[in-house]
């Protein structure tokens, strides 16, 4: 057993907020254990122009594999669908509110968003999905980080925008909702509203502290949404949807793949039991390949 844990997140208020929440967990559930904070800025966060590459986790799994770093704090939708090699997802603590909600300008709250409305969003996914509810709508890039994009809101360089509920949640911002957005029109991207704990493959001790406070539910849910995403590709490019839900212990996925501009989409869903959640979401994705396949919808084989 460690008595120093070294735990890495990204500079953003919103990354520093989940690791903070992640951190006050496991001085709860291991109070002999001294936690130290490492942040560091990732691609994602230093490069905002428009098609740049939105990569959030590349530059702490380079200090995972180094050893500068024990465990990394991550929102889970912001992982890779498969891991680099010497990683492991360690634990997933309870899950926030996964949906999807609309923040608008103060003169439009309370109203229907008027014909031609911008609003942003960086997400193919949004994109596709606000367009397939809206087709009239002007749908624009919008990067940075929460309170950024809020601001360009409020100050009406767009109409409206999409965010997580759980982002605004966790930084206390919940009164800039508008209204949460339904699942059967806004399917979440896959493990959004979960934290992410990602040790070194062989780190015992830091994977068992980390496995303190996590949330079998969640790991559920978050493992069947994965391996859904891996089998259709894992492209953070590409306009899908997922969600796993559980009542006792039945998990139901639901998965979602749209064209770019909404137009076409096809959503099927599956149940089995919770700790089939990885096979449940093979089995969904390996099935909604066959069902796209010689459609508008189909997906690229993968290279070599």
């Known amino acids: 057993m460690r008595d120093r844990l070294r735990v890495g997140t990204r500079r953003s208020p919103l990354a520093r907020r989940q690791t903070d929440l992640v951190l006050a967990a496991l001085a709860r559930a291991a109070p002999e254990v001294r936690f130290e904070v490492v942040a560091r800025s990732t691609s994602g966060d230093r490069d905002l122009s ?38 492991d997802l360690a634990a997933c603590p309870p899950r926030a509110d996964p949906r999807d909600c609309l923040v608008v300008a103060p003169a439009l709250r309370g109203r229907a968003l008027p014909t031609a409305a911008r609003v942003g969003s960086s997400s193919p996914r949004r994109k596709a999905q606000l367009l397939r509810w809206r087709p009239d709508l002007n749908v624009v890039e919008l990067r940075g980080n929460v309170d950024t994009r809020l601001a360009l809101v409020a100050a009406r360089r767009v109409d409206a925008a999409i965010l997580a509920v759980s982002g605004l949640g ?78 006792g212990e039945a998990l139901t996925l639901t998965g979602e793949l749209l064209t770019p501009d909404g137009a076409h989409r096809l959503r099927r869903r599956i149940r089995g039991p919770a700790t089939r959640g990885p096979s449940l979401g093979r089995s969904l994705g390996r099935a909604m390949r066959r069902a796209v396949r010689g459609t508008a919808l189909e997906i690229p084989s993968r290279g070599p």
């Open 50 to 87: 428009p098609g740049a590459n939105t990569d959030f986790t590349d530059a702490l799994d380079r200090a995972l594999r180094r050893g500068e770093i024990d465990l990394a704090v991550h929102s889970a939708k912001d992982l890779a669908a498969e891991l680099p090699r010497g990683l």
């Open 170 to 247: 966790r930084l206390e911002r919940t009164d800039a909702i508008d209204r949460t957005l339904r699942t059967d029109r806004f399917l979440p991207a896959p493990g959004q509203g979960a934290l992410a704990l990602v040790t070194r493959s062989g780190d015992r001790a830091a994977g068992d502290l980390a496995r303190r406070i996590d949330h079998a539910a969640t790991r559920h849910c978050v493992a069947a949404e994965r391996e859904l995403s891996a089998a259709l590709g894992g492209d953070c490019r590409q306009p899908l949807g997922a969600l796993a839900t559980l009542r």
